[in-house]
């Protein structure tokens, strides 16, 4: 099982890195990708260089998609879009963290479940939020970010819900 986590500038460093340890406890591939090779400095202001750009990361199992500062303008990314357009129906399960169903509001349907700071951005676009901190439909899993996320795909490997567990 490969998981791929796609870094954008502003990504939410946590997001990113918890998602990579429930790969190692699940014994997975965990990688880092992004629109190109160079480094991206994170909402916290860590610096990450991806393992691998777009073009070149090997095929996926698993994505996640942390939150990001700057998500509304990925959205609007074509090659990005291209990309997501091509591998969303290969993927098992796509997770969304804290913002990140702006990026893919055109697969999604109301509710949702959304970081409180993407909300607004959300509701504009017309859809309905929920209080749950995480919700499926199909293969994604909107999510309202931080250790949200991080149970959502715990418990989607098995880990249970709570971090600390296994």
């Known amino acids: 099982m490969r998981l791929g986590v796609l870094l954008t500038p502003g990504f ?5 890195a918890l998602s990579l340890e429930v790969a190692r406890r699940k014994g997975w591939e965990g990688v880092t990708f992004a629109r190109h090779r160079a480094s991206l400095e994170g909402a916290a202001g860590s610096v990450w260089v991806p393992r691998y750009s777009l073009a070149a990361r ?3 199992d698993l994505l996640v998609i942390p939150g990001s500062l700057r998500m509304s303008r990925q959205a609007q990314d074509p090659l990005l879009r291209g990309w997501l357009d091509e591998e969303i ?4 399960a796509i997770f969304l963290g804290a913002n990140a169903a702006v ?3 055109s697969y999604l349907q109301s509710p949702l479940s ?4 993407a909300q607004e951005v959300l509701q504009n676009l017309g ?3 929920s209080e749950a901190p995480w919700l499926w439909q199909g293969s994604f899993c909107t999510t309202q970010g931080h250790l949200a996320l991080l149970r959502a795909l715990m418990a989607w490997a098995g880990l ?3 971090p600390g567990l296994s």
């Open 127 to 129: 859809f309905a939020l």
């Open 160 to 162: 249970g819900a709570e």
């Open 89 to 92: 129906g290969r993927l098992q």
């Open 12 to 16: 939410l460093e946590d997001e990113a």
């Open 103 to 105: 990026l893919l509001s």
């Open 58 to 60: 090997p095929e996926l």
């Open 114 to 117: 959304a970081a409180p700071q």
